[in-house]
């Protein structure tokens, strides 16, 4: 509680004062500020937010302004380039956020108030040079987990697995009994890599300490651990739904909502899907091989940082402080999108129930990024194909780790 109090503290008096030292104001005494983001969805939930941040600071306005998502690296560093940057943005995490800082763009936010105290030391490695400096407030992350329908597997006696031999035993006890075990499919095929090999190789290899080794040749592509991460996708995809090859993104969405499979690999962004779902369903890790412990992709996705040319440089570092806080990390919890969470050190409780069982999975288990973000980005594509082929069974497990190998 005493360091609670202190960071209210620390908080109001960053903020008290910071707008009676010569900030520019519109007619109507507000100073205006713009937020950058490639998270167009999320206009309605983000004003939302700033508007709850401006009882906390009613002489400030930010306007959310966000960018057309693929376009919003080039846009951003046009306007940076420009010296038209919005004043608040939303940064990448890892080496794309990392760039921008290096270049001048973005601001050391180091000594913002609460940030290196209320933050795990995971939760802020993405937006953290080599040397420590961080260069953007974490903001929300989204987990990768398994959705089922609670009611069939109520009807058919069945029990959330606690091994990948018992979910392959489940999805064989499913398939003999005439329902289609999984919806997921290939033919977008992101989200056959991003939803369920990211979400399962944590599992094999041992989560961030053993992802590191990879990044650095202590493990080579083709060993038993990633070799074992393909095999597990290969043994998985006889239950995906039948012609899986042709089945989008979307498909499997479809495929679940409408009772027509049981589970969906997947990511916590789509909990809103099903809000009005007509039977009762929930979420699990997918669960590791035995022996090893089970890990959840816990991937940081977004941060709050600041323009290092913005003409409004305290009101903007105000903001960023309130978002270091456990008030403005609450604030967010409840504006945010369904399935994106707040990163802070601190229990917060979430409105849907689903969120909270998802968030939960996290207890008590080792959590990392997506495999590939932190260092290897050049191997998605690569990596995408592998998983692919294997399921398709165009190459063998081993096969496609080798495929990778540096």
Known sequence: MKKIIVGLCVLTILLTPVFSQGAKETDSGKVVLTMGSWRTDDVTQMNALLKEYSKVVPNVEIQFKPTNPPDYNATLRLQLD??????????????????????????????????????????????????????????????????????????????????????????????????????????????ILETFFFGLVPNYIGGSKGRVAYETGLRKFNDPEMVAAFTAMKDVAQYLPKGFESVTYNDSQILFNTQKAVMFVDGSWTLGVYKDATFDWGVFAIPAPKGKATAICFHPDMAITMNTATKHAKEAKAFLTWIASIEGATAASKALPV??????????????????????????????????????????????????????????????????VR
């Open 339 to 404: 399935g994106f969470f707040p990163m802070i050190n601190y229990p917060i409780a979430l409105a849907h129930p689903q969120a909270n069982e998802t968030l939960a999975l996290n207890e008590g288990k080792m959590t990392d990024a997506r495999f590939v973000w932190p260092k290897m980005m050049d191997l998605y594509a690569p990596m995408n194909q592998a998983v692919i082929k294997t399921m398709k069974g165009e190459i063998t497990p081993m096969q496609a780790a080798t495929s990778l």
């Open 82 to 191: 420009s010296n038209t940057g919005p004043d608040l943005l939303y940064a990448r995490s890892y080496d794309t956020g990392k760039e921008l800082f290096k270049g001048g763009y973005i601001a050391d936010v180091t000594e913002i108030p609460g940030l290196m105290e209320n933050f795990t030391a995971a939760n802020l490695a993405p937006w953290q040079t080599e040397d420590g400096r961080m260069f953007a407030v974490p903001f929300a992350a989204v987990s990768h987990m398994v959705y089922y329908n609670k009611d069939v597997f109520k009807k058919e006696g069945l029990s959330i697995p606690s091994t990948w031999e018992d979910f392959l035993a489940l999805n064989k006890t499913l398939k003999t009994r005439g329902y289609t075990a999984l919806a997921n499919g290939v033919a977008d095929e992101w989200d």
